[in-house]
């Protein structure tokens, strides 16, 4: 009984400590948080009062951000909703932040300093439209406190103080594209320009106090017009006709309307192919982007148009900025290899500039896609600028005084997708100088750690500790260590560019915009796919270096052909780069290596022939010997179709092409399209380990866990199911869930959730399955564990048969009979909305697992995986609480010290990836959105290695007492027994 | 902690019409839904780490629509259609229950809406967070205890325990159970951990 009770405190005690949080002074030891914006697409500076200067910009990653104009650090910074993406931004009255967003819909003002919301402003919509911000500028009384915005075809007078709509406009009919709203000279009228089926030219003169149109005015323009178009001056308007031959300009004033058209081959001869105008705002001059060049117009006094200047490619202008009463100046850049010339001209008189800068540029930034230029006073009275420049690798740079004031990585906001590399190994031993000094370090160290424990520390103490902790060179290295921490975390994000992050500070060890898929390089429409590992050397790990596969293709379909660059994993080097000649629509990496150890993957094309990678006999021969283990399948979201392949024989098509196979379909599953559509598909990790096949339960009984690779989950929901949570009710809304063995195609469990909703998410790992989804009835979320157990080898549990050879594990299994599988499953209510959900892995998957939940608040909650047992019951017996069953609840606790985000945020979450240490019982953990986040969890605490607060002062000072204790009582003993013979 | 209560309507109104009150009639753009948030002692510091109102997010079926908090608390939804909803908030620092919000279509203007953690019934959509949320581990202030607690400690204790007690429990042992024991063992061989754990338990 004693030794029940006595295993019982045992467990106890191990299961006392479910939770382990960060204690507040540990933040930043192991872990680092990074904060992004994303490409900026609209920045508007406000630096021309007292006080911290400042730029507002609105990125692509829908958000909004205040910038220190001096550091570039984030003063403020909104992530708005995903379908929320911002489309105007601009200041008001010195202090709000006004953003036009949702195509126009939603108008909100943010106070400039500390980025509270001030008032929405939700407008309304009848149509897509082009949406429109004018913000007038002049500072008059009643006018200053009026925005007019232009957004699904209404046009909305909105007081800039509360949000108040003052007057509504419908300028909707069918075919309306308007393009413009201005005011011409501060006047008291507003006009709001546009082209009615792209044929005829409407303006608008529209009464700033009650939004009633004066005057309508329309004229039709024969040939048509092309795209959109620019105004030029306060009465000239210039746009393109639908042969995009010609340029014309239109004269516009009260009720009168006229064109005037000019052939651009009439005054700039050399211009051919494709011409487009320039949507900077030079007020006064144009400009026309044609295949080789800029071309710089201007109206002359007599209303002709001029030729001002040329510049060769590849030239970016900025709006122009008024620096003085009647000078306006804009910036033109120019690239020459890694050089950028920075021009300032004055719009008057270009043949002089303001300033003339070159700035060197790393290469690995591409070329300016934007810039934003700012004025200020010099001390000497004269102008100076600072530039903002957006670069093709959507970091952000501000450059003044031809320096890089600061940069910005905001490329890694969007990050699509990474992997892990190991550091080199150590080569040479350390000098003795540097172990006694790091010797002396340590002792110093743990004697101040003994004294913060015995409260003995001087704040002093305690802050020299924290340095010493967060700055321990230990953890930025760049080499491999013991307990495998350290190591590159490679990052493929969605302007193509490649960057290596060390996992100890998060710094870019090195970065590679890859040029295959840069626009300036014919990359139309570059889209990232897929970073793998491609060659791993184990055996000649001293001289050879990892590498990484990224596979991309430029264009939105998938029957573009796809890149495939092989890049250094230590120096950021392109290794090797090709255009593939066939399609890309899905990427196998495959577990075999060939002699290299170069990993093989099968490339598919949309013709369903596989490509075998790498192109060496070595690697065919690996490919030859298993092509009959190697399955596929493919899943037709659209349609409801998966189907299952296995591969045969050489491609017809292509009889010389030794790497390329033909896959023969095997089974497929059609999912009824009236009732079921499909929602995810969830699969193992493929490099997940399992430690035991075989779980053993309380009464000494075991369960063989169903295992395979093969193994994949799907969730069908109902189409009508498939909207928002409150479009949809109960009874019209299912979910089914189904375990497909994609080998064979056979369903080995189905069950169906009534009255469920997506969006649904799920994690497989080992033989369960867990997802989440929402319930309708009881309107929470839910999350579903199904656990499979291989039945056919339940009787394998007697020793003595398995000696004797009595079991069936030799016996012939095959895919056709019905696989023995017992499914046990649970459900529980979880309180969040889950935006991306994964599993611990550790290096021999003997650590119990942990659920890495991103919720929508953006933090990443770690979810043992026993509260998601479906072995739990209301009241477990003593066996089972033995083995460690929690009692039933219905929902799920949540532990605010188990966030492993603890008090951060990672902004937008879109992934997060959990990457095995060497030592079994931590896992490192990647979460990427917005902001970037590191951090290493151990899910049932560090018990194969002492914490980094393991006090070895009290271990020594414990020996010391334990010798002193052993001494005292020695010398007491041989008293004792002295006295006793005496006596 | 000063509880400043300021009731505040429910309020339904069409998006268009800006009526004060709840019954209107749902045009095709639908319904707003109007609610405040409110936290005793924002903006203190809290356990290290401040939460502001500007960094509030107030999300509508799962990211359906996201919003923000105004500068007083007041948070608003426009065009929603009649239905049953999910109002989630996102505070750092808080926890909030979701909200799950009906909108009668038969009876415009009806709304009902309830925490869907503990499903209390709100009278007015004011959101309080149920908790406050600590997300780093107390450090235990310096006892005498802990070290006494920790594995060194342990060892210490157990190791007077055995110096100074067991000979203290072998004098005061009997003689005839000594022999007992002694026995029993003989008899069962190799002695099991349980056994020697009950013999001792049962000695002492």
Known sequence: MAARFFLGFLILLLHSIISCGVYEDQVGLADWHQRYIGKTKHAVFHSHKTGRKRVVVSTEENVIASLDLRTGDIFWRHVLGENDPVNQVDISLGKYVITLSSEGSVLRAWNLPDGQLIWESVLQFSAPSRSLLHVPTKFGLERESVVFVFGGGWLHAISSIDGEKIWKKELYTEGLDIQQVFQQDDSDSLYAVGFLDSLQFVAYHISVKNGEVLEESKKSFASGFYGSMLLVSRDILVALDASRSSIVSIKFSRGSVSFHQTYISDIVPEVAGIVEIVPSKLSGLFALKTDASLVLFRFNSIGELVVENTFSHPTILSDSISITEGHQVFAVMQHAETKVHIAVRFVNDLTSEALKETIELHPQRGNVQKVFINNYVKTDRSHGFRALLVMEDHSLLLVQQEKIVWSREDGLASVVDSTTSELPVEKDGVSVAKVEHSLFEWLKGHLLKLKETLMLATPDDIAAIQEMRLKSSEKTKMTRDHNGFRKLIIVLTKAGKVFALHTGDGRVVWSLLLRSLRISEGCECPSALKLSQWQVPHHRAMVENPSVLVLAKCGPDFLQSGVFSIIDSYTGKVRSSQKLPHSLLQVIPLPFTDSTEQRLHLVIDSNFEAHLYPRTPDSIDIFLREISNIYWYAVDYVEGIMKGYSFYGKCKADMEDQYCFNSKELWSIIFPAHSEKLAIIATRKMNEVVHTQAKVIADQDVMYKYISKSLIFVATISPKAAGEIGSVTPEEAWLIAYLIYAVTGRILHRVIHQGAQGPVNAVVSENWIVYHYFNLRAHRYEMSVIEIYDQSRADNKDVLKLVLGKHNLTSPISLYSRPEVVVKSQSYFFTHSVKVMTVTTTAKGITSKQLLIGTIADQVLALDKRYLDPRRTASPTQSEKEEGIIPLTDTLPIIPQSYVTHSLQVEGIRGIVTIPAKLESTTLVFAYGVDLFFTRIAPSRTYDSLTEDFNYALLLITIVALVAAILVTWVLSEKKELRDRWK | ?204
């Open chain 2, 1 to 204: 902690m000063e509880r400043a209560t300021v009731a505040s309507l429910l309020v339904f109104f069409s998006c268009l019409i800006s009526s004060s009150l709840a019954v209107t009639s749902g045009s095709a753009d639908g319904y707003t839904i109007t609610g405040r948030i409110k936290i005793d002692g924002i903006g203190s510091k809290v356990f290290g780490h401040s939460s502001k109102l500007s960094n509030i997010k107030v999300i509508l079926n799962g990211g359906q629509t996201t919003t923000f908090v105004r500068a007083d608390g007041y948070f608003s939804f426009c065009n929603i259609p009649a239905g049953t909803h999910l109002i989630e908030v996102a505070a750092m620092g808080y926890l909030f229950s979701p909200v799950r919000v009906d909108i009668s279509a038969r009876n415009p203007g009806k709304i009902q809406a309830a925490l869907t953690e503990n499903r209390r019934v709100l009278q007015e959509l004011v959101l309080e967070p149920l908790r406050e949320e600590q997300y780093y581990e107390m450090r235990e202030p310096f006892s005498i205890m802990s070290i006494v607690k920790s594995p060194m400690g342990l060892m210490l204790g157990f190791m007077f325990l055995v110096v100074f007690l067991m000979p203290k429990l072998m004098e005061n042992m009997d003689p005839e159970e000594m022999r007992r024991a002694q026995e029993e063992m003989r008899n069962q061989g190799v002695p099991s951990l349980s056994n020697l754990l009950s013999g001792r338990t049962s000695n002492s």
